[in-house]
């Protein structure tokens, strides 16, 4: 499973909130709660993040192995 944890992290470590993701970058209040549960989202989402953001992919995901299919 991708966890978007890492995400929020970054997001305290450089100062954003969730607000100003929506009203500085443009960010969807849908597109925060698919990552608030860590629905899928795609690579062009994942590279804006990191481009607003100034980071690596693995600051904004991380694989979490499931446990149902080990």
Same mark, same amino acid.
């Given at each position: 499973?991708?966890? !978007?944890?890492? @995400? !929020?992290?970054?997001? $305290?470590? +450089?100062?954003? =909130?969730? !607000? +100003?993701?929506? %009203?500085q970058?443009?960010? =969807?209040? =849908? &597109? @925060?709660?698919? &990552? $608030?549960? %860590? +629905? ?6 994942? %590279?804006? @993040? #990191?481009?607003? @953001?100034? #980071? $690596?992919?693995?600051?904004? &995901?991380? !694989?979490? $192995?499931?446990?149902? %299919?080990?």
């Amino acid at each position: 499973m991708i966890s !978007y944890a890492p @995400l !929020y992290r970054t997001m $305290k470590a +450089k100062g954003f =909130s969730t !607000y +100003k993701l929506i %009203n500085q970058f443009g960010i =969807s209040r =849908s &597109l @925060l709660d698919r &990552l $608030k549960h %860590n +629905k899928p989202i795609s690579t062009v989402t994942i %590279n804006d @993040l #990191c481009t607003f @953001l100034d #980071c $690596k992919v693995e600051d904004i &995901l991380e !694989y979490v $192995k499931d446990e149902q %299919n080990q």
